[in-house]
């Protein structure tokens, strides 16, 4: 009460902030008078002198006033459209890094020059963010007219576009695309192994187009890049095949550490079983090609060594469940990771289950906070405020309408049923199509739209369905909707990005009817006076109608989506209509106890086709409304805080990526990585002050084998007289650095220098996709931890983090081993490019609610088409060192791979590794 009377006294907040940017307002048009008087070639000489302005140390709000009265001109010239002062106001709004709501027909494509042109003069791009690639286009070109003529330049990112194409369109001044198609590019960009190949400049600034629809409405739904699984069933069994053909001497067993690993003996037993079977086309099984083998291999070498059925795991249902060791429970849903689990179920004869190869994913959420100024603008964004306040750190301020809106909202009609709905919403169209005047129907399906529409068809009243599958069609038909009498059913999403004018399009119908003559004949000039003429005719009758009535056929669960209906109707000043008829069957009625009112109903002796009309069931519905609005909001918000803590550990590892790139050689990188993993191995293995006969020296032998390759007198050197932890690790450093040293020595060191650059990142992106697939293994079963008087969030970010940990140490033990092991074929150094070979992968958006994936762009809601397909550059494979067609005793080169134990092929008739194949 006290509130009201405050607001009516000072004005509300919102109404205080639009008063303030008078003031500026008054100081753009206060230009416009000398910036008239230009000419077309001063005028655009104007965006060199604000440049030079800028570069001179001036700020953007200084030039603001400037740059808005030369967009305004600029308008005027090419477009034939002046902005209006709350454009103005619109497009300051916008500059500040907030969100602008502006009613439906106030122009908001156009609002968008005013900013953009400003903070696109700095020269870091900016990017307009729209819903679909219609749009995209289409705003792009249109806007384009008025960039172009200030000398900026502008393009736009759609689907289908090559790589090239996408720099070109990221390297303009302005940049127009859809918000899935920018998150894919950015996720993109960060699999990508050369930083010549991405294509987004760093982020600047970003206007959303319909900010309600793409930071709320799709922010549940993350973009996910997934390619095609390694692990597929047919390769997990043919290897299992090959494991009971091992014997003891293959493999070491350490039961107490869980691991297993292959002797040299057993290494090129598998290979050898390998290639019989047809799975190691070439090569050894460290070549750089066949790492993934490796990872194989080891699994069902663990599987069948470490494993034990009913003991560690049981097979129910045809499916391998595994069991805690300290509860002796089956843990149903939870997988062993990095394939073990796929291996013990080739082992059983199960059915191998394909794990989800996410290689990159974002949310909105997370992808929209990257830019260091964001803005939005929309029709209806005051419900979601508190959203956009705490989850982007975005205000939302309401612009008034240019001229005061004449709508008429009408009270909801309630009916019992929704036939009887449907029939009274049937009455109302054939009404106002007798009388003329357009009526927009909005309905919350296709299926509804459908159902209604069949209603109509037997009445045998002319009717447009619209949907959301075909943009393009739906703008054309949408724009005239506002002829006299039409009658247009369409889905609450459908014709956003299209003004309906009253009496119809005049543009519209010029692009469409008259697009075959040429724009100078006579023909063209007599047809357009004909059309702006009838155009002019039918906006009276529909005047005198009443103007467009808009028609809900349910309330949504938000607010916000009824809003953008009845926005459609009264623009710039038009009269209009709109109203909403609700059955007790409509799902937001049900949810609320619709039953007890439907009773309650038939005993006061509402008789069929009589509706509830009053002002309260209005009030009652909002409140139900806000209780939905408020509870989606809450599940945005904490699926928003599992996804920051990968959101996090992505930015880290994007970090290392893009430095990995960047960076000239990475040896120093590689070589700390090398110490590292060799002094937690020592460490592990030879705990500091410990006894020596506390040592695990057979441990660390196994370890420096597998890791190093290096078969070590660990034996020896721990015998000797007063040795200690340090002296042993600083000799397998010694002998591991002499090893990485001889093999720099042998292939030259360019060759070395872009074969580790490519390894690591390979490996990082083989390890951060493991990573993924363990958090959402994680993130799934977290929720249970609740009933143990956890917090899953804390439980959550606790485990993610030694996850993250493990990772790091992972990502140092796999390079290390791969670069001592790897073995290369002399070619020119231009072979090794990292950007060879191809890797098809999926776009996918997957909604988490329902479990099923969503492909790119903007879904309608009665399918799911396929995801779509695309094939970026990928490291091309180093091939192994071959042997010769003949072997010289005295040309190691022709030797090809030599076992370590084999006699050296030099004839000394010692083996090879105490001969020519010495480690350091």
């Known amino acids: 009460m006290l509130g009201a009377i405050a607001r009516k006294l000072f004005g509300s907040a919102n109404d205080r902030y639009v008063k303030g940017l008078n003031k500026t307002i008054h100081a753009i048009n206060e230009l416009e008078a000398s910036v008239s008087a230009l000419s077309d070639e001063e005028l655009a000489a104007r965006t060199v002198w604000l440049r030079n302005r800028l570069s001179e140390g001036e700020s953007l709000d200084d030039v603001l006033a400037d740059a808005f009265a030369t967009v305004r001109e600029a308008a005027k010239r090419t477009l034939g459209e002046r902005p209006y002062d709350v454009q103005l106001m619109g497009g300051l709004v916008l500059h500040k890094g907030m969100i602008s709501e502006m009613k439906t027909g106030e122009g908001k494509t156009l609002v968008a020059t005013l900013p953009v042109y400003l903070n696109a003069l700095e020269g870091k791009g900016v990017h307009v963010v729209t819903v679909n690639d219609y749009l995209a286009k289409r705003d792009a070109e249109w806007m384009g007219q008025v960039y172009r003529f200030l000398g900026l330049s502008v393009d736009c990112i759609i689907h289908g576009m090559t790589d090239e194409q996408r720099q070109k369109a990221y390297a303009c001044d302005v940049t127009y695309g859809t918000n899935n198609e920018l998150g894919f590019d950015y996720l993109r960009d960060n ?90 086309a070439e090569g050894t099984l460290y070549d750089i090609q066949n790492i993934s083998l490796v990872h194989h291999i080891n699994s069902a070498l663990r599987a069948h060594i470490l494993f034990t059925k009913d003991v560690d795991y049981v097979v129910k249902d045809n499916k391998v469940v595994i069991i805690d060791e300290f509860t002796g429970r089956m843990m149903e849903g939870r997988r062993f990771s990095e394939g073990l689990h796929q291996a013990l179920e080739a082992k059983e004869g199960a059915e191998i289950q394909n794990e989800n190869q996410t290689l990159a994913s974002i949310t909105f959420q997370n992808y929209f906070r990257l830019y260091p100024k964001l803005a939005g603008m929309t029709g209806t964004a005051m419900t979601e405020a508190g959203e956009f306040a705490e989850i982007y750190k975005l205000e939302v301020v309401e612009i008034p309408t240019n001229m005061d809106v004449s709508r008429i909202d009408e009270d909801d009609e309630v009916y019992r049923t929704s036939d009887e709905k449907h029939q009274a919403i049937a009455d109302l169209i054939a009404d106002c199509h007798e009388r003329g005047q357009p009526i927009l129907v909005g309905t919350v399906s296709i299926e509804k739209s459908e159902e209604l529409a069949g209603i109509l068809k037997k009445r045998k009243i002319p009717h447009a369905v619209l949907n959301a599958k075909h943009h393009a069609s739906e703008a054309g038909i949408i724009s005239q909707a506002g002829a006299p009498g039409a009658v247009t ?22 692009a469409t009817e008259l697009a075959k003559l040429d724009p100078e004949s006579d023909e063209f000039q007599k047809r357009k006076a004909a059309i702006e003429a009838e155009v002019a005719a039918h906006r009276e009758i529909v005047l005198k109608a009443g103007g467009l009535y808009v028609v809900g056929t349910e309330r949504h669960e938000s607010r916000r989506i009824d809003n953008q209906l009845r926005g459609r109707s009264g623009r710039q000043g038009d009269p209009g209509g709109s109203k909403f008829y609700l059955s007790l069957q409509d799902d937001l009625m049900r949810i609320f106890g619709s039953e007890r009112i439907d009773g309650m109903l038939k005993k006061l002796g509402l008789q069929d086709g009589e509706a509830i009309v009053h002002p ?23 699926l928003l805080k599992f996804d920051d803590v990968m959101n996090d550990q992505r930015k880290v590892i994007y970090e290392q990526r893009r430095e990995l790139m960047t960076a000239d050689e990475v040896a120093d990188t590689v070589h700390d990585m090398r110490h590292h993993v060799i002094e937690d191995m020592v460490t592990r293995y030879i705990p500091p002050k410990a006894f020596a006969e506390q040592w695990d020296v057979e441990g660390l032998h196994a370890d420096a084998l597998r890791v190093l390759g290096l078969d070590l007198p660990l034996d020896d050197w721990a015998k000797e007289e007063g040795i200690a932890d340090v002296e042993i690790r600083e000799r397998i450093l010694k002998v591991a650095d002499g090893k990485a040293a001889e093999k720099v020595a042998n292939y030259g060191p360019e060759v070395i220098r872009d074969v580790e650059k490519s390894i690591l990142l390979q490996v990082l992106d083989m390890v951060w996709k493991d990573h993924l697939l363990t958090l959402d293994h994680l993130r799934q079963g977290i929720g249970l931890r609740a009933y143990g008087q956890r917090d899953p969030l804390n439980e959550y970010k606790r485990e993610a983090f030694n996850l993250f940990d493990e990772l790091l140490v992972g990502l140092r033990e796999r390079v290390t081993q791969v670069l001592l092991h790897v073995e290369l074929h002399m070619t020119p150094p231009e072979d090794y490019s990292m950007s060879g070979g191809q890797q098809e992968m999926h776009e996918t958006r997957v909604d988490p609610s329902l479990g099923y994936a969503q492909a790119t762009g903007v879904l309608n809601d009665s399918s799911v088409p396929d995801s779509q397909a695309e094939e970026p ?34 004839g000394s008739g010692r083996k090879y590794k105490h001969c020519h194949g010495r480690a350091g």
């Open 873 to 906: 550059a990928g490291p091309a494979p180093i091939r192994s060192r071959q042997a010769a067609a003949e072997v010289d005793p005295n040309d190691p080169s022709t030797w090809g791979k030599v076992a370590r134990n084999a006699p050296c092929p030099c």
């Open 616 to 638: 309260w069931i209005n009030k009652a519905l909002e409140k139900a409304q806000q209780k939905v609005e408020a509870r989606n909001f809450e599940i945005r918000k904490n």
């Open 191 to 280: 699999m990508k192994f050369r930083i010549e190949e991405m294509v987004q400049r760093p982020f600047n600034f970003a206007i959303v187009d319909e900010v309600d629809s793409i930071l709320v409405d799709e922010a549940r739904t993350p973009l996910i890049i997934s390619g095609p699984t390694e692990d597929n069933s047919e390769l997990y069994s043919r290897i299992d095949k090959l494991i009971p053909r091992l014997s003891e001497e293959d493999y070491e067993k350490d039961e107490k550490s869980r691991a297993a690993t292959f002797t040299e003996v057993g290494t090129e037993k598998m290979e050898n079983l390998l290639r019989e079977e047809g799975v190691l």
């Open 489 to 510: 059913i369409a889905t609450n999403m459908a014709g956003r990005g299209t003004d309906i004018k009253l009496g119809g399009n005049v543009d519209m119908r010029i």
